[in-house]
């Protein structure tokens, strides 16, 4: 009897891999989208495992979820969430209530498991001008008179 159990683990490593292989995420997104843009984290990853899911928490709350090529999202994140190729995700029209921590975790049969981490903040554009203005002052018949030669922003 322990032979047959040993022998349907050994073909369960097999078939699904080898236990403690890598589960890779790559990703060149930074987390710093003004107000009102889409929040894009692009992500690439590499799995030996079978059937990886990936899986999406905004502060730790699940939000999203890649299975088998069929995205679940949260109701509340409807239509503005969506998880786009093997598992990027796409938050469209930023309020600053979606500045927080992202994490995307990634799972395959035969794999350990991979996380990611993102801090996205959502900032206001400020409009910052200066102006200039070059002034001559001109006496004239007693009194000042003042012209403005010019102003830029």
């Known amino acids: 009897m322990g032979y047959a159990i040993l022998t349907a683990t050994l073909l369960l490593l097999i078939q699904y ?17 003004k107000n009102g843009n889409d929040i894009s984290l692009d992500i690439s990853y590499t799995t030996q495992g079978l059937n990886p899911i990936v899986s999406w928490a905004i502060n730790g709350t699940s939000v999203a979820q890649l299975d088998n090529n069929i995205a679940t999202v949260l109701p509340s994140y409807t239509p503005r969430l969506s998880i ?25 049969l035969g794999d350990t498991s991979a996380t990611r ?11 910052r001008a200066t102006s200039t203005y070059s002034v001559m002052i ?16």
Request: proline fraction near 1%; aromatic fraction near 4%.
């Open 17 to 33: 891999g080898k236990e403690g292989a890598a589960v890779t995420i790559n990703s060149n997104s930074n987390g710093n989208v």
């Open 84 to 108: 786009i190729g093997k598992g990027s995700l796409l938050l469209s029209n930023s309020t600053k209530k979606d500045t927080g921590n992202y994490t995307v975790t990634i799972t395959a």
């Open 117 to 127: 981490n993102f801090k996205v903040t959502v900032y206001d554009a400020t409009l």
């Open 138 to 153: 001109i006496t004239l018949l007693g009194g000042p008179l003042i012209v403005c030669l010019g102003n830029s922003l």
